[in-house]
């Protein structure tokens, strides 16, 4: 079992940032993708930016530019930095964690950008 332990998520103004993070523990992988998704009622769940263990990257282009996706080290903690966010960008953002034949998500935390 992997764990995802979530954090950075809250009220911000359009132009503003956050920072999320998410913690994998437990039985993880050296080899992954790590990623985070977002979700808003009556939407479906969509990619907004992923990373492999050796660095490559996966962006959603509405957020190409304003977003940045980086890991640990270690390759158990990834980042989302934030950047001029829009209130399009609302939603509940889940962090997820692949590995091999396994999908685990996260809770989610909410962002919220007010106008």
């Known amino acids: 079992q992997v764990r995802l332990v979530e954090s950075g998520g809250g009220l911000v103004q359009a132009g503003g940032s956050l920072r999320l993070s998410c913690a994998a523990s437990g039985s993880t992988s050296s080899i992954n993708t790590m990623g985070w998704y977002r979700q808003t009622p009556g939407k479906q769940r969509e990619l907004v930016a992923s990373?492999?263990?050796?660095?490559?990257?996966d962006y959603d282009d509405s957020v190409k530019g304003r977003f940045t996706i980086s890991r640990d080290n270690a390759e158990n903690t990834v980042y989302l930095q934030m950047n001029s966010l829009k209130p399009e960008d609302t939603a509940v953002y889940f962090c997820?964690?692949?590995?091999?034949?396994?999908?685990?998500w996260g809770q989610g935390t909410q962002v919220t950008v007010s106008s």
């Open positions: 990373i492999s263990s050796g660095g490559s990257t």
């Open positions: 997820n964690y692949k590995a091999w034949f396994y999908n685990y």
